[in-house]
């Protein structure tokens, strides 16, 4: 069968348990990892539990140094195994340092310290919690913890089976591994209520199942089994608990030093007053004879009255009514009335109560009448075919149905509460579970006198061993065999043939028994003596005094019988056995109780019983039946064990004593265990579990494993480095030597097994993103088309307005020149804003400009009030931005333009050239004429050029004008003075010569003739003389020549022409010879700059006609500024330009240059 962790074995790796432990990997793909990585992962499957490293490194450590002092923590280290001595020098050496727990592999053997030791604090629980077994001291934590992880990770049930002798600490041992559980398991709130029914079921059962022994002071008086059940997530989440065989008989009867159950000691002296009252109850024990026979009904070692509290509220925790607890202490105060029943003969011999009140009062506490219990505490029924008879009972035979009553009620009652129990523990969710079992029963006993209930203990203690002995020594040994792995049988004794002994059909001790309680008439429980004898007399482990040589003899009382036990020998009194086990009630008393007023009586007899004609089954088989069921519980589950040993029978601390211990050692088959495990395999599976478990540490195995198993499982195990000495491969399944090889596997398949989980988790959390992505991905398309349903449904409306708006435009269009009415008012305050909003686009910019944006009609009158504002506002705004310098210029520029404007050639190009205010300055005009002319302030002076009047020399002067007259300077010498005053007149030529003559009286003397000058600022020049001179008509601009006065009475002509170079000479005919330069002639230009303006507009106008008229306009304006560009100079042409393109675009008229653009 295959084995769980809890079964491993250990080897001499451990030599050095504490020190840090490796998987062992030179060639191997297992990874090392440290022992305090494994420690950190796993800290994490405990919820809120923390194993600090330092804390458990400190304790290996401490357990290396003490290693030799303490002795060897696993006997499979020890190095005489197979010696006893050395076996028990190692306890005791453990022992006497209070070290209880010593491992046999994972077996743990525990020596009952009988003290407090500080072992089992929370802290100690923290430190065991999810750490390997192997790497801390042993310790029942350990194996608890052990159990539950591979619970955990295997998925599968387990149990832990705690055996040894009464007193050996069995039922210590379990609640220590309960507490561990309730303690170290993740716990949720709704789970506390679980946890603490399951804690507090102990005190309770205890209570009433455990009582004061000879070998030990809280003996468990019945056999308990508890499932602890687990979800999957390792919480406790419920259990149950099946009971075994309490030995009722202690009710009425108890050996000397021993008690009745504690319950009862508890009740009478923990009870509160009123409750006793109630009851009907004293507080002195010493007053019911069921709880004195023993004489001691006080015991130092044990508080009944703090243990009366802690029963209560345990039984409130486990969901106790308070009805249920009143039936409850009713039924066990009826229990001590029963008891104190006496009986008295009366002169038939007839059995009568001599005292009612008990009877009273157990009548008041189980609800029936005085008289019927009276009676049926007196009598018998006895039933023929024709009738029932009531036949009056002698006084023995009262006691008897006295005491059988008090069984009964006891007994069913703890069934009750073991049921009752059971219901607060259940979980209703059906979900599956796994669970850890907890074995305590009653250990093998042998006291002074043993009757049918210590047989039945030692039996099902028989029982067990052989369960112990199948699971580890035979089993263990053939499974070997049957694999094909080489084996030296290790031999051990199967106690087998014991448990045959008493359980064997027909042939059995029990079958004997039966046939004895069935047979009618005439058996007593000295016949089935007889019967044994003759039926298993031979049998070499039973033995009578009969049957006894002379020696054995002694030791045996005639109504004996001796079993040799695999624990030892016992000898049991016949006495009580047929009675036992028959466990009679008569039937009137039966009917009684099932009429009972007390709930709980009511449920433990119910009628359906007396209906039943068949006989009931007798003890010894119910019990033989429920151990048959026990063991196949228990085989269908993995198992740890727990051997426990009683160091001394005094209940003393610090006592070993050899010999007992050395029984025990001997009896429990220690050493044969020891030496199966040292010789044997720590671990086993089949094939295809361990392949299913580990395929994926090797790449050949992962994720599937087409051909055999076996295979498949050599190849796993050569992958990850086995050596071979490690495992052996069996015909089914893989035998692994040393725990070590197997943790490490385990430890690199968690390592695996994260990564793998870590990659699926990866898997799905990007399946589920995707999913998302999708939903997303799918709700923005929605959104999006919901979007654009609004958008368009907005565009619509847009639209919608847009054709009402163009609609109400078109009418307000054909309305336009309609009055104003509703049609056409929107229309035309559109216009009316539009052309403003345009006007302001194009208001003229300076004051020449005279365009104005063509207005509508509806816009007429108002378009000409705003462009007679506009222009007024320029001007006003030109005007004041005129300096009085500018204003002086502008005057002259008047003047100017009054005198040579259409007449002489080259005005036009002077216009925009300022005048400047002197071409001379002061420096220029020498010292002495300054000097001579300095009363006059000379307003203006320029070089000229001075053609004598005869010759027509030219020579070179200066001409200032002072504010009087006009001097013609040569050098320091005023040449020639001419008066204003006197001034006749100036000539100057049309053409762009800059000759002019200064006309002046000959009659003066002084005067010679009208003087010729040149000049290179002729319009300057002329315009200062006649302006200062103040001679301005008197200026003329001739044409072809001119005539000058050379001296009185004498004239000189000047001629003017155009040539190719500015000439002045005198011509043959006596006449000065003026050439003007050709230059760019007023007429040429004018042609020139009109073609290219022509072709600008005729583009123009293409582009009004086209419509694109803002654009066009724009362009317009631009070429208006190239236009002007090109004529700067020709403003009369600007001036016509403007004008016509003024024309062209307000469509007042067709273009002056219509003429050319049809020639174009
Ligand atoms: N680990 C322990 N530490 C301290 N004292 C212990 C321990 N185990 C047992 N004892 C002591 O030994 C007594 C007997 O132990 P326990 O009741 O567990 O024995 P048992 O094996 O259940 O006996 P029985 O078969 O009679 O029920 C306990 O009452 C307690 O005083
Ligand atoms: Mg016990």
């Known amino acids: 069968m295959s084995r769980s962790r809890a079964e491993l074995g250990r080897s001499e790796y451990r030599t050095a348990i504490g020190l840090v432990f490796y998987i062992r990997k030179v060639s191997s793909p297992l990874s090392i990892q ?23 490194q400190l304790n290996m450590e401490g357990a290396l140094t003490a290693r030799d002092r303490v002795g060897i923590q696993d006997f499979v280290l020890l190095d005489s195994y197979t010696s006893e001595s050395a076996f028990l020098d190692n306890l005791r050496k453990r022992f006497r340092e209070n070290l209880i727990y010593t491992y046999i592999g994972t077996l743990l053997v525990s020596v009952n310290p009988y003290k407090d030791l500080e072992i089992y604090t929370p802290k100690q629980m923290e430190i065991y919690m999810g750490v390997n077994f192997f790497e801390l001291p042993p310790h029942l934590y350990a194996l608890a913890d052990n159990a539950y992880r591979t619970m955990l990770t295997e998925y599968n049930n387990h149990f832990i089976l705690i055996s040894g002798e009464s007193g050996a600490g069995k039922t210590e041992a379990s609640k220590k591994i309960l507490q561990y559980y309730a303690v170290t398991c993740p716990c949720t709130e709704q789970l506390q209520t679980v946890r603490d029914r399951l804690l507090l079921s102990n005190p309770v059962l205890e209570a009433f199942g455990n009582a004061k022994t000879l070998r030990n002071d809280n003996s468990s008086r019945f056999g308990k089994y508890m499932d602890i059940q687990f979800d999957f997530k390792g919480a406790a989440v419920g259990g149950h608990i099946l009971s075994y065989l309490l030995e009722k008989s ?79 202490f009713g039924i066990i105060a009826s229990v001590l009335h029963l008891g104190n029943i006496q009986y008295d003969a009366d002169n038939k011999g007839s059995a009568v109560i001599g005292n009612n009140a008990e009877v009273r009062w157990i009548s008041k506490l189980l609800g029936v009448s005085v008289l019927v219990l009276q009676e049926a505490l007196t009598h018998r029924k006895i039933e023929t ?113 014991i448990c045959d002994l008493v359980e064997e059909k027909y042939r059995g001790i029990i079958s004997v028994l039966d046939e004895e309680c069935l047979r009618l008439g005439g058996a007593t429980d000295l016949t089935f003596l007889e019967k044994l004898e003759e039926t298993v007399g031979n049998h070499p482990h039973f033995v009578t005094h009969k049957l006894a040589n002379q020696k054995t003899r002694k030791t045996l009382e005639r109504g004996d019988f001796r079993l040799l036990h695999y624990a030892g020998e016992v000898t049991y009194c016949v006495i009580g056995f047929l009675d036992k086990n028959n466990d009679l009630l008569y039937r009137n008393i039966k009917e009684v109780m099932c009429k009972s007023r007390n ?21 010894a088989t119910q019990f033989k039946s429920s151990l048959v069921g026990l063991i196949k519980i228990l085989t269908a589950k993995e198992p740890s064990y727990v051997r426990c040993l009683k160091p001394n029978d005094g209940k003393q601390a610090g006592r070993f004593d050899d010999v007992l211990v050395r029984h025990q050692v001997k009896y429990l088959g220690l050493m044969e265990h020891l030496r199966v495990r040292r010789a044997g395999f720590a671990y086993r599976r089949r094939y295809e579990i361990f392949l299913q478990r580990y395929k994926s540490l090797c790449p050949d195995t992962w994720p599937h494993w087409r051909g055999p198993p076996a295979e498949g499982v050599e190849r796993l195990v050569k992958y990850i480095g086995y050596k071979p000495d490690e495992y052996k491969l069996g015909r089914t399944k893989i035998f692994i030597r040393y725990p070590r090889t197997l943790f490490a596997t385990e430890d690199a398949f968690q390592i695996c097994k994260n990564e793998l989980a870590t990659k699926i988790q990866a898997k799905y959390k990007g399946y589920r993103v995707k999913g998302e992505y999708h939903k997303q991905k799918q709700a923005a398309i929605k959104i999006e088309a919901c979007f654009r349903g609004v958008l368009a449904r907005r565009n619509r409306k847009k639209r919608e307005w847009a054709v009402c708006t ?161 001097y013609m300077v040569e050098e320091a010498k005023i040449k020639q003075r001419v008066e204003y005053a006197t001034l006749k007149g100036v000539s100057v030529s049309s ?25 290179d600022h002729v319009f300057e020049t002329v315009t200062k003389l006649c302006v200062l001179a103040n001679k301005q008509n008197s200026v003329k601009v001739v044409q072809g020549s001119m005539k000058f006065t050379i001296q009185p009475g004498k004239e000189g002509i000047i001629d003017f022409s155009t040539g190719q170079e500015p000439m002045v000479y005198k011509a043959k005919n006596g006449h000065l010879m003026v050439v003007a330069p050709r230059t760019k002639s007023t007429e040429q230009s004018s042609k020139l700059s009109l073609s290219v303006c022509t072709e600008l507009l005729r583009k123009s106008q293409e582009a009004l006609a086209s419509g694109r008229t803002l654009r066009e306009e724009f362009r317009l304006s631009q070429l208006e500024a190239l236009v002007r560009m090109l004529v700067e100079n020709e403003d009369e042409f600007v001036d016509v330009l403007h004008k016509d393109l003024h024309k062209v675009r307000t469509g007042e008229g067709t273009s002056l240059f219509d003429s050319h653009l049809s020639t174009a």
């Not at 990585?37 to 539990?49: F, M, N, P, V």
């Not at 923390?50 to 458990?56: A, D, F, M, N």
């Open 806 to 966: 163009i609609k109400k435009f078109i009418k307000g269009f054909m309305y336009r020149n309609q009055p104003l009415c509703d049609e056409n008012a929107k229309y035309l305050n559109f216009v009316r804003y539009n052309y403003l909003m345009r006007l302001r686009e194009y208001l003229p910019k300076h004051v020449l400009d005279k365009t104005w944006l063509k207005p509508p009609a509806v816009m007429e009158t108002t378009s000409e009030m705003l462009h007679k504002i506009c222009y007024r506002t320029m001007v006003r705004r030109y005007v004041r931005g005129v300096s009085t310098q500018r204003k002086a210029q502008l005057q002259l520029k008047v003047v100017t333009s009054a005198i040579f404007k259409g007449k002489k050639e080259g005005y036009p190009q002077t216009v925009p050239k300022p005048f400047t205010d002197t071409r001379l300055s002061e420096q220029e005009i020498n010292m002495k004429v300054l000097q001579m002319i300095r009363n006059e302030r000379i307003k203006y002076g320029t070089p000229v050029v001075k053609y004598d009047r005869n010759g027509y020399k030219p020579r070179p002067r200066q001409l200032v004008l002072t504010q009087g007259a006009a």
């Open 991 to 1015: 053409l762009s010569d800059g000759v002019f003559v200064i006309h002046v009286p000959c009659e003066e003397n002084k005067q010679k003739g009208d003087v010729i000058l040149q000049c």
């Open 250 to 328: 202690r009710v009425v009867h108890q050996n000397h030093g021993e008690r009745n159950f504690h319950i009862f000691y508890q009740l009478v002296e923990g009870g509160e007053e009123e409750l006793l009252r109630w009851l009907g109850l004293e507080r002195n024990c010493q007053h019911y004879s069921y709880l004195v026979q023993g004489e001691c009904a006080k015991v130092s070692s044990i508080n009944d009255k703090s243990n009366w509290r802690t029963v209560r509220k345990a039984l409130s925790v486990i969901d106790f009514n308070e009805n249920d607890i009143e039936h409850l």
């Open 34 to 56: 440290p022992v305090s990585t494994r420690l950190t992962k796993e800290r994490h499957i405990y919820k809120g539990s923390e194993v600090r490293l330092s804390r458990i």
């Open 385 to 497: 075919r024709a009738e029932e008879v009531l036949s009056p009972l002698n006084v023995d035979q009262a006691y008897y149905a006295r005491d059988a009553l008090a069984k009964a009620i006891y007994g069913r009652t703890f069934t009750w509460l073991v049921n009752k129990i059971n219901e607060s523990l259940a979980n209703q969710d059906p979900s599956r579970k796994t669970v850890i079992g907890l074995l305590d029963i009653y250990g093998f006993e042998v006291f002074y006198i043993n009757s049918f209930e210590q047989f039945c203990i030692n039996y099902c203690n028989e029982k067990l061993q052989q369960l112990f002995i199948q699971l580890t020594l035979k089993s263990e040994q053939e499974e070997y065999e049957l694999e094909g792995i080489e084996w030296e049988p290790v031999q051990y004794f199967n106690n087998k043939i």
């Open 599 to 619: 709930l709980i009586v009511k449920q433990c007899f119910m009628p359906s019983e007396l209906d039943s004609r068949k006989r009931p089954e007798t003890v």
